[in-house]
């Protein structure tokens, strides 16, 4: 079973920094991509940035410039450094693998973590 846990959201002042982690276990053959998605309170999830085991990068306009995402070398977790943080990141943020190939499974699949409280307030 592959599960995806995400640690390091909380509190920040703006113009702050959080980095926040997302590591998957499992018995996990590859991740084609990895990517951090939010969700704001009322607003459905969208694409925060991402990165593909190429090291392709992606990020959404909103981000550019602040958040960076980084990869580890055994490709199984991933790390989003944000940056200059300002109120309107604040959501639950979550990790996401992309097209997983896990042993025993004829498909790759999606998986998701349990999402990590990020709040940009004074």
């Known amino acids: 079973q592959v599960q995806l846990v995400e640690s390091g959201g909380g509190l920040v002042q703006p113009g702050g920094s959080l980095r926040l982690s997302c590591v998957a276990s499992g018995c996990i053959i590859s991740i084609y991509r990895m990517d951090w998605y939010l969700q704001a309170p009322g607003k459905q999830r969208e694409l925060v940035a991402s990165?593909?085991?190429?090291?392709?990068?992606n990020y959404a306009d909103s981000v550019k410039g602040r958040f960076t995402i980084i990869r580890d070398g055994a490709q199984k977790a991933v790390t989003l450094q944000m940056d200059s943080l300002k109120p309107e990141d604040t959501a639950i943020y979550y990790c996401h693998a992309y097209k997983t190939v896990v042993c025993g499974h004829e498909h790759d699949e999606d998986y998701w973590g349990q999402g990590t409280q990020v709040t940009v307030s004074s």
């Open positions: 990165i593909t085991y190429q090291g392709r990068t």
